[in-house]
């Protein structure tokens, strides 16, 4: 099994960077893990004390279920992935099962920060767009898809988002092989990461 990390900042575009390289790859050769799968369980706090979790913390993130489970799919055995709905800001009760596929690509703000996660990937990647894109970016997706407004967004990006970003995320990059600009779409290197996986599947 082949395993590809891919971390980057909020909103430099690594669900769309992933979401470009499985497109045209064989639907069942391929599987994706999210971090955002794996934020804790947060049903035991009101959805004003969830308001206020700092989500960019790797506190917040179960790494050990993470990591438990890229061992059993590279292990040949399906997993049970959380579903977190960004809306509620918890898990919710089902789960989806994820089998195990010759490629498992991992994403996340803080895949590469994570130092036993990091040993578990054949190729790093780090998904690079400048901070201003980055909030405009993020500022759209959140009050156009998890509900939150203007302010929210702009609190939680100044005291949470960047501090962790710079403590972090971009600190990360130095571990990754390969770092991908993403201020603007950027097929060939989406192009040159399908070629690799292509290799391997062949
Ligand atoms: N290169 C790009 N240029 C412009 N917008 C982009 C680009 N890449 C992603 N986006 C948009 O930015 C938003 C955040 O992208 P997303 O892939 O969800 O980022 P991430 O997963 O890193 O948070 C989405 O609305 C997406 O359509
Ligand atoms: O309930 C939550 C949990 C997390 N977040 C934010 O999500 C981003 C990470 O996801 P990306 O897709 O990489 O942007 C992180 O910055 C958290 O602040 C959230 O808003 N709500």
């Known amino acids: ?19 470009q390289i499985v497109e045209e790859l064989p639907q069942n050769e391929v599987g994706v893990i999210s971090q955002d799968s794996y934020y804790h369980d947060l049903a035991h706090l009101t959805k004003e004390e969830r308001g206020k979790v700092n989500f960019d913390h790797p506190n917040s993130i179960d790494f050990d279920l993470m990591i438990a489970h890229l061992e059993e799919l590279r292990n040949g055995k399906p997993i049970e992935k959380p579903i977190y709905s960004f809306v509620e800001e918890t898990r919710l009760d089902d789960t989806i099962t994820v089998h195990p596929r010759k490629v498992i690509i991992v994403e996340g703000i803080l895949v590469l920060s994570n130092p036993k996660l990091r040993e578990m990937f054949d190729i790093k990647i780090y998904v ?3 901070s201003d ?52 779409y950027n097929t060939v290197a989406v192009d040159m990461v399908r070629t690799i996986i292509n290799e391997n599947l062949g």
């Open 133 to 184: 894109e980055r909030l405009i970016r993020r500022l759209q997706r959140d009050i156009k898809e998890r509900g939150h407004d203007l302010e929210k967004v702009l609190h939680r990006y100044q005291t949470a988002v960047k501090p962790m970003h710079q403590q972090f995320i971009e600190p990360s990059k130095e571990f990754a092989d390969l770092i991908i600009p993403n201020n603007h």
């Open 128 to 130: 690079h767009a400048d």
């Open 1 to 19: 099994m082949l395993v590809i990390g891919i971390a980057g900042g909020t909103g430099c575009g690594k669900t769309t960077v992933v979401n």
